[in-house]
């Protein structure tokens, strides 16, 4: 006769084969996720619930007796099902500032990373500011990336951006943050080669032509 099933405990192992499945319709998810597009009427908000689906089946499953610790995820993914049928939950509502920033977080991110790779052309006997900002913008181009406004980035408009970045201050400007975080991660690379590391990691946070306006 054989042993009844023991009771699995907290951090207990999960079973195997349920574990592998989600895992498997993660990484699909992950796959089928390269198709995001933030300019689609919902903002890309269906391809960002099923990917949420699945990192919480995949959790729930890794973690079988702590499925309370994925209560923050599951609201998130109710409160952006309830955006698409008109409501708003208090998790999503905006905050009202006094100085709201002129644009989105992901714009001022995105200036932050461009203005951190101008800055790191510009090191000593690498390339003047005007020059640095021009190849950087050059850089953009060809790797698909446009403004928001659907226009080419422009030498200029990099030199706006790096100067924001090295006259706000980290503590009121979440951009600025990512831009000193981003030149100190890459401080021990040579100029050009930091420069071109940076520029590298954009496609992982942003696509070619993102940041772009939505569809109205």
Same mark, same amino acid.
Do not use: C
């Given at each position: ?16 084969? /349920?574990?592998? *499945?989600?895992?498997?319709? !993660? ?14 009427? @919902? ?21 079988? /007796? ?7 995820? /599951?609201?998130?993914?109710? *409160?952006?099902? @309830? !955006? @698409? /049928?008109?409501?708003?939950?208090? !998790? =999503? ?37 005007? +020059? ?9 181009? #060809? ?10 980035? #422009? ?5 706006? &951006? ?6 706000? =201050? ?11 975080? +981003?030149? @100190? !991660? ?19 946070? &942003? ?10």
């Amino acid at each position: 006769m054989q042993d009844p099933p023991q009771r699995q405990g907290p951090g207990a192992a999960p079973q195997v084969e /349920n574990l592998a *499945g989600a895992r498997q319709f !993660l990484i699909e998810t992950l796959n089928n996720s390269a198709a995001y597009n933030p300019s689609v009427p @919902d903002g890309g908000r269906a391809s960002v619930r099923n990917l949420l689906v699945a990192v919480i089946q995949f959790l729930s499953e890794l973690f079988p /007796n702590d499925a309370y610790r994925l209560m923050p995820l /599951n609201h998130l993914l109710y *409160g952006l099902a @309830d !955006l @698409d /049928n008109g409501r708003t939950v208090p !998790l =999503l509502k905006p905050v009202k500032v006094k100085n709201r920033p002129k644009g989105p977080l992901n714009d001022a991110l995105f200036r932050a990373m461009a203005a951190a790779a101008m800055t790191r052309l510009m090191d000593p006997g690498i390339m003047s500011r005007q +020059t640095a900002a021009e190849e950087i913008a050059r850089m953009l181009t #060809r790797m698909g990336y446009k403004h928001p406004s659907g226009k080419l980035i #422009r030498g200029s408009q990099l030199a706006d &951006w790096r100067e924001k970045m090295e006259t706000d =201050l980290p503590r009121e400007n979440i951009a600025v943050a990512r831009y000193r975080l +981003t030149l @100190d !991660l890459v401080k021990a690379k040579p100029g050009k080669e930091a420069a071109e590391f940076i520029l590298q990691t954009l496609p992982a946070f &942003w696509l070619p032509n993102f940041p772009k306006k939505p569809h109205s």
